[in-house]
């Protein structure tokens, strides 16, 4: 009987963020996390489960129902030394937070001229799958693109969640951790306890050649199973997942486009200003003679989100819509 | 009524007015007097028993798969039956997302509360018709909405005339929870300040999910009214006698003209947050059983039952009358037909922009290219 190599080990998206929570938090004291039902209930979509046992109440700490202050008083423990992983608990509620993070924390380390940092994460979820409704289902990364000062990720695998959530915490400045209400279940690779990403690095999650498909957060994996289809109809996509909202890697995306000629983003987010048409601006400037094809973007039409899980299906582009936009792509 | 006298606490512990103990005894209270009659209690507990059968009703819906999520108002139908039935019809209330007892006062067909909840539309009452606004979701916004509509009516003169028929007031219902959002703390400033005829009716269900009111508050909740430059009151949340006269005496003071006041209502959230918690993971089983014990129908039912006011046979005809309600929200709910896919671009703005049409025709045709694919 020979020998077998084991099976690589797999976690679902929430137990790698909960792996990186732990390491992290094992590796520096100076981590702390904090949010409203992040302790005993263990978080709103059971991430932090456990850590309340592990940690103690000085460090996992249960808040008053205040967004601001969840926000405000991470970006004060982080300027005193403190590695806050704040939580709140729908993207939807940064609304709430907005002058915390965006005229506050990602303004203070320029607005005390490099005396301060604001080493800090703010970990939401966004996106649609669970009949939410209007006030729980919006994806606004784009929003958070345009504030300079501000780190933007919105990983799609288990493996980059806890990669990037590692280099979050280590970075000295704020990170807004975007997941997706839709990914905490889906499993992937495991990745040991020294894997990191590199917080503005994308990643060929597929290799191809007719065309680029631009994703990320939960949509990377609709583009995957788009690319599966058309390979079965003898087209071959490449999928890049940008990882990263801010800074962008436009420098993996033109090298993919530079290969294939073709472009198509899709996107979660409503289509107007969304992260696609930066994405296509810049494509646009900087490879016009390289393209085959217009820059295609595909994205929820400028409507408010449903509660209604039939709407939300048929509002966000799944995979049927991405291979009818590759196959136009490819074939103008 | 003396507002003054409800501001301290006897012996260090704060006074709750409750006009019904859990036992059914009427109680007489120094400041607040229940004013009506024994057949508006049998309404009262009419009001309770079909309130508490709606959401049994729809929480069963709910783990059925026929509602995507459902926010239980069970244990607290006695803070919001007593509320609610104070109310004069040209008062306005601006609710969270769990007042389905305040809605029932008000005259909303619990279908329509249903029909949100299916997510098959949002909510559909017209707030204009019955005064009851529709669901917020975001934690504490409808106070700033409520003062700022308490602030209106301020303006249009219907504050303080003298008619009853005329003068108004506004009540908005929110947690404990809420107290620790900036937006509860603004409006309590604005409506002091601008003297707004807006009742703050807080009920404290002890629990925001699973953080437990003493992360809310070191003091009563109603005292913090004080510091903003109003008069608070706890009232026994559970006693729908109690609710109902400081209410309405708190809603009489502002149609009157002076100013707002925070009526915590002290209860307890019996089920849990919503049909997506699951509240064992953090609170025992004891605290349940305490409350248990104050059940505001229970009380009511002993009252009526203790004094020789019903017999048996009303009470047979409101649980045949909660039967016949369960079965036409059942069948209301499953009738309920999804929305058509296009619906979706109706209402983002009043006139729909050029851009947004040709992005419906978009999708008009987008979807077309599925027919007869499967």
Redesign the interface.
């Known amino acids: 009987m020979s020998a077998t190599l084991a099976p690589p080990r797999t976690v679902t998206y929430r137990e790698a963020l909960r792996e990186g929570l732990f390491e992290e938090m094992e590796a520096d004291d100076r981590v702390i996390l904090l949010g ?2 992040v ?4 978080g ?1 979509y059971a991430v932090s489960r456990g850590l309340l046992e592990r940690f103690g109440e000085h460090r996992v700490i ?5 967004e ?2 969840i926000v405000g008083a991470a970006l004060g423990a982080a300027a005193v030394g403190a590695r806050p992983v704040a939580e709140i608990m729908y993207m ?2 940064v609304t ?1 937070v907005m002058d915390q993070l965006v005229n506050q924390a990602a303004k203070l380390h320029y607005m005390f001229g490099g005396q301060l940092t604001a080493p800090m994460v703010v970990r939401v979820q966004q996106g649609i799958g ?4 209007s ?2 289902s919006q994806s606004l990364e784009a929003w958070f693109a345009h504030v300079p000062g501000l780190k933007v990720v919105a990983p799609s695998t288990p493996a980059d969640a806890k990669g990037l959530l590692k280099s979050a915490i280590r970075d000295d400045d704020p990170v807004l951790f975007i997941e997706h209400k839709g990914l905490y279940a889906r499993k992937g690779e495991a990745a040991g306890p020294t894997h990191t990403v590199p917080i503005g690095l994308a990643d060929v999650k597929r290799s191809g050649e007719d065309l680029t498909i631009v994703a990320w957060s939960n949509m990377v994996h609709t583009a995957l199973a788009a690319a599966e289809e058309l390979a079965r109809e003898g087209v071959s996509a490449e999928v890049v997942d940008l990882r990263t909202i801010a800074p962008l890697d436009m420098a993996t995306v033109l090298a993919s486009v530079g290969r294939t000629g073709r472009l198509l983003i899709v996107h979660e987010a409503v ?2 200003a969304g992260l696609g048409a930066e994405i296509a601006a810049e494509t646009a400037e900087r490879h016009h003679g390289q393209l085959r094809a217009p820059v295609r973007r595909l994205a929820t ?4 989100l ?6 939300e299906r ?2 966000v582009p799944d995979a ?2 991405v291979v ?1 936009a590759a196959r136009d792509l490819v074939r103008s | 009524m003396s507002v003054t006298a409800s501001f301290g606490g006897r012996e260090g512990r704060p006074p709750l007015v409750q006009l019904l103990t859990p036992e059914g005894e009427r109680v007489e209270h120094p400041d607040f007097a229940f004013d009506l009659d024994d057949e508006a209690i049998k309404g009262f507990y009419r009001d309770l028993v079909l309130t508490r059968r709606v959401d049994f009703e729809a929480t069963a819906l709910q783990r059925q798969g026929e509602l ?2 459902w926010a239980s108002l069970l244990g607290q139908e006695a803070a919001q039956i007593g509320s609610g039935r104070a109310l004069s019809a040209q008062d306005y209330a601006f609710p969270t997302y769990r007042e389905h007892g305040v809605a029932w006062c008000r005259g909303v067909d619990p279908l329509q509360l249903i029909g ?1 909840f299916r ?2 539309d949002q909510g559909g009452w017209d707030p204009r018709e019955s005064n009851f606004h529709l669901y917020t ?3 504490g916004a409808q106070t700033l909405h409520a003062t700022g509509y308490a602030m209106g009516i301020q303006r249009d003169g219907l504050v303080g005339t003298g008619d009853p028929r005329r003068d108004a007031a506004t009540i908005v219902y929110f947690g404990d ?2 107290t ?3 937006d509860v703390n603004e409006s309590f400033v604005f409506a002091s300040v601008y003297n707004a005829p807006v009742v703050f009716f807080c009920q404290n269900n002890q629990w ?4 437990p009111i003493e ?2 508050s070191r003091i009563p909740l109603y005292q913090r009214a004080l510091g903003f430059g109003f008069p608070g009151v706890r009232v026994d949340g559970n006693d729908v006698l109690a609710c109902y006269a400081v209410t309405k005496a708190a809603l009489q003071r502002a149609r009157e003209g002076s100013g707002p006041m925070l009526v915590e209502a002290f209860t307890y959230r019996m089920g849990a947050h919503t049909t997506s918690d699951d509240p064992t ?2 609170r025992l089983s004891e605290e349940l059983e305490h409350w248990k014990l104050k059940d505001p129908i229970e009380r009511v039912k002993a009252y009526l039952s203790r004094n020789g006011i019903v017999d048996a046979g009303f009470y047979a005809g409101v649980e045949a009358e909660a039967d016949e309600l369960a079965a036409r929200l059942r069948a209301g709910c499953l009738s309920m037909p ?2 058509d ?1 296009l619906s ?2 109706d ?2 703005y009043v006139e729909t922009t050029p ?2 049409r040709q ?2 025709e ?2 008009a045709g ?2 077309a ?2 027919e007869g694919a499967h």
């Open positions: 409203e039902d302790g005993r209930y263990g709103a249960d808040m008053p129902m205040s601001a202050l939807d509620f709430l669970r009949g939410a409704g006030q729980h289509r107007t039409p400028d409507v408010v449903p509660a209604n899980t039939t709407l048929e509002l049927d819509a009818a | 995507g999520i949100l997510g098959v979701i975001v934690i929870g809420a620790s959002q900036g925001a999910i699973s953080e992360r809310q993971r953090y999804d929305p896919p979706i671009f209402h983002v851009q947004l992005q419906r978009d999708f987008y979807l290219s599925f």
